[in-house]
């Protein structure tokens, strides 16, 4: 019988940590990438979007004109990158977001951040995969590439896991 319970309860914490992992990948600005070209309305972008502790950031660009600069809501605001909080210059550059809250980009290239070229990402609380999600926007469904994760794969996901931990607990069906 402890066997029993030790088995399903090691089970339901799989099952636990599997919702923890599943994070998704956004590329920044979609196929059009992080440019000052006037294709991408970073605002829209992120507005159509659910951003959540674990999800990854990815910015492609060109370094010899673009870079990406992390910066205080004040910098946000007056595109000011004098006194960034973090530095990227590679031309793909990935950023974890390990809490929630904003976190403010802009390209410090002169007058790039004047012209669109920033990005506010509003990173909410974790929740429960079960909550419903949000039912998709024509703008979304543009950008859905740039996710790595779906909804249906999340329902499998929990379903395996149920059926494994029934299965291991040896309930009788």
């Not at 923890?20 to 070209?37: C, E, K, L």
């Not at 210059?89 to 390990?98: A, K």
């Not at 543009?142 to 329902?155: E, H, K, M, N, Y």
Request: hydrophobic share 40%; net charge neutral.
């Amino acid at each position: 019988m402890a066997l029993k319970k030790n088995t399903l309860a090691i089970s339901f914490v799989m099952m636990a940590l599997c919702g923890v992992s599943m994070a998704a990948v956004y590329n920044a600005g979609d196929s059009a990438g992080w440019t000052s070209m006037g294709q991408v309305d970073y605002k829209e972008w992120a507005a159509n979007k659910n951003f959540h502790v674990g999800d990854t950031l990815v910015f492609n660009y060109n370094n010899q004109f673009h870079n990406v600069k992390q910066v205080t809501q004040q910098g946000f605001e007056s595109c000011n990158a004098t006194s960034p909080i973090a530095t990227y210059t590679n031309g793909s550059d990935t950023v974890t977001l390990e809490k929630h809250g904003h976190f403010y980009f802009i390209c410090g290239y002169p007058g790039h951040c004047q012209a669109g070229q920033k990005i506010d990402i509003s990173v909410v609380p974790a929740t429960s995969n079960l909550s419903p999600a949000r039912p998709p926007t024509q703008s979304s469904l543009s950008g859905a590439s740039s996710l790595s994760l779906s909804v249906p794969s999340i329902l499998l996901s929990w379903a395996f896991d149920a059926l494994l931990a029934f299965s291991l607990s040896g309930f009788p069906y």
